[in-house]
């Protein structure tokens, strides 16, 4: 792509919160490129990828109406901000999309974290609201097929126009490192997102009577009892690593797939920083994870919202060295083989450059799958 003869386009990562800091700072090395969904990676495949903050939004937005006001106007007022943008990415799909095609201009592809959810909890017009911004989307990229499949039924996209990329890890930051001098082992539970489960966790390793550490926000984590010795605290990324490093076992406990709260997509960034740490990972199974890992050989999927079946394991992993490091090496060569935040640049590079031209995606594009499955899905 980078020997084309057009022109390069020029694309405008619109995310759904400002990301100049952390820009720099993934310049200076301080902070993984994860979130920049291969913002980062584009010009090397010959696309002129720039980050924009939305005008209304770029500094602190006030609580109370005043802020949610402003956070709904930013995507009405974009198109006019992107003047010089041949193609807009982004996560923002309430009303962004239409707002683009109402002044013709840019053309929009929207990344889908959780919008099959949001839909589910959406009453009948904000339903009818978000199928129309996502049929003026040039096209929208999903984070599996399951999540495809989903929002292509809901809302009646022509399957030429979804796109499934796995998302990508920064596998340079989160790499696989000495353990710190440590005393009792623990098992480390990572995440944000409201579908995390730690009521489930806590009883599971209450019944293991093991050492737990919780990296989470304090609202994850109300009216769930804690067992004893048990740690829970949000945590910057670099202190993350290393209980990355220094956990015996991840866990990612997830409610059912289905559950009103949170994102179906949730999960999958604790999951790829655990996999590229080559730690072992133990996961509540959800449909989206089957594009990720396979059972038994990169993670160990049990049954959601079922504290024995957590438990067991849990025990599997630090009760057999052997299959911690097989779960731990192979989740690492899984990571390295198709789930960096470069095979993403990669994988979305096509998408952007046809709708940049208003040119319908390479089959190859339209029909992406997990690299680790053959079927009919992923034939060219």
Request: charged share 25%; proline share 9%.
């Amino acid at each position: 792509m980078a020997n084309d003869a057009s022109p390069q386009p020029r694309v405008a990562f619109v995310l759904p919160n400002p990301r100049a800091e952390l820009a720099v700072a993934v310049a200076a090395g301080t902070a993984p490129d994860s979130t920049l969904l291969g913002q980062n990676h584009l010009g090397a495949l010959g696309i002129d990828a720039r980050l924009h903050d939305p005008l209304l939004t770029r500094r602190r937005v006030p609580g109370g109406l005043l802020g949610r006001v402003a956070w709904s106007l930013r995507e009405l007022t974009l198109p006019w901000e992107l003047r010089d943008a041949d193609l807009a990415f982004t996560a923002l799909a309430n009303l962004f999309p239409l707002a683009a095609r109402a002044r013709r201009r840019p053309p929009v592809v929207v990344v889908n974290y959780g919008l099959c959810l949001i839909y589910e909890r959406s009453s009948g017009p904000r339903r009818r609201l978000l199928a129309a911004s996502l049929r003026s989307a040039a096209a929208v990229v999903c984070l599996a097929r399951s999540q495809r499949d989903q929002l292509m039924e809901q809302t009646g996209l022509p399957p030429e126009r979804v796109h499934v990329v796995p998302l990508g890890i920064d596998e340079r930051y989160f790499a696989p490192r000495a353990a710190p001098a440590q005393g009792e082992p623990y098992v480390l539970a990572v995440g944000k997102d409201m579908a995390r489960d730690y009521e489930t966790f806590a009883r599971a390793v209450e019944r293991l009577g093991v050492r737990a550490e919780i990296a989470a926000y304090p609202r994850n984590l109300e009216g769930v009892r804690l067992p004893p010795g048990t740690r829970a605290r949000a945590v910057p990324p670099g202190e993350l690593r290393e209980l990355y490093a220094g956990a015996a076992c991840v866990v990612v406990p997830q409610r059912r797939d289905g559950y009103p709260y949170g994102s179906e997509g949730g999960g999958l960034t604790a999951l790829l920083e655990a996999l590229a740490m080559a730690r072992p990972v133990v996961a509540s199974d959800r449909a989206v994870l089957h594009d990720y890992v396979v059972d038994g050989v990169s993670a160990s999927l049990v049954a959601p919202e079922d504290p024995d079946a957590l438990a067991a394991g849990i025990s599997r992993v630090l009760d057999d060295p052997a299959t911690a490091d097989s779960l731990g090496g192979a989740g690492r060569a899984r990571v390295e083989e198709a789930l960096t935040t470069a095979h993403f640049a990669a994988g979305i590079a096509p998408i952007l450059v046809a709708a940049a031209r208003n040119e319908p995606a390479p089959r190859r594009v339209r029909a992406q799958q997990d690299p680790w499955r053959h079927d009919e899905f992923g034939k060219p």
